[in-house]
């Protein structure tokens, strides 16, 4: 099925672009949700016709893009989490938390503007902000525990001292003596 979309959808395409797409991905989800319209032979024409008439708006939108994104560039994060034993976080750093690291330095995004994989651990990473389709910024940060280590030393527990033998040994189990005692 060929369709126009009519918004930006993650992961799919960017606004007026003629894509196709499965008939029930389309059918049941994109034109439903107004995503997206059919592309017939007369859309497709009233498309490049506004294309052509907004060509000078969509200049400046990707010109005001590049600004935004001039902002971001140099930036880089450190965000804390809780830890397990080791260097495995307590749930994930997703987009929320990316964005909320941004906003405390002064710098607003919405968090669906931003793509990562889910981080688990402590490390170094980078979250891709996308402002236009033409136009991204990589974002590097790094995620460390609570009190600002990245890599935390596990402590060790100390060792405990020798206990004294003060009750008495088993005895050892004799295979011999017990047939022995079992053929009296």
Same mark, same amino acid.
């Given at each position: ?15 007026? %672009? ?13 034109? =439903? ?15 490049? @016709? ?8 969509? #200049? ?7 600004? @935004? ?14 830890? +397990? ?6 749930? +994930? ?5 990316? #964005? #909320? /690291?941004? /906003? @405390? ?5 919405? +968090?669906?503007?931003? +793509? ?17 389709? !033409? ?13 600002? %280590?990245?890599? =935390?030393?596990?402590? %060790? /527990? =100390? ?7 003060? #009750? =008495?040994? %088993?005895?050892?189990?004799?295979? @011999?003596?017990? !047939?022995?005692?079992?053929? !009296?």
């Amino acid at each position: 099925m060929k369709i126009i979309l009519k918004k930006d959808v993650h992961g799919l395409g960017y606004k007026d %672009e003629v894509l196709t797409v499965k008939d029930g991905y389309g059918r049941n989800y994109l034109l =439903p949700q107004g995503l997206a319209v059919l592309a017939t032979e007369k859309a497709v024409k009233q498309l490049n @016709e506004e294309l052509k008439q907004r060509a000078h708006k969509i #200049a400046k939108i990707k010109a005001d893009a590049e600004a @935004e994104a001039k902002k971001f560039e140099g930036v880089s994060l450190t965000i804390k989490a809780r830890v +397990s034993e080791g260097r495995n976080i307590y749930g +994930s750093v997703g987009p929320k938390e990316i #964005a #909320a /690291a941004l /906003a @405390e330095k002064g710098l607003e995004i919405d +968090s669906k503007l931003i +793509s990562i994989k889910g981080v688990k651990t402590l490390g170094d990473y980078e979250a891709v902000a996308h402002f236009h389709r !033409e136009v991204s910024v990589a974002i590097p940060f790094e995620v460390v525990n609570e009190e600002g %280590e990245k890599n =935390p030393k596990k402590e %060790e /527990a =100390p060792k405990a001292a020798p206990v004294a033998e003060e #009750a =008495p040994a %088993e005895e050892e189990f004799d295979a @011999e003596e017990a !047939e022995d005692e079992v053929a !009296e």
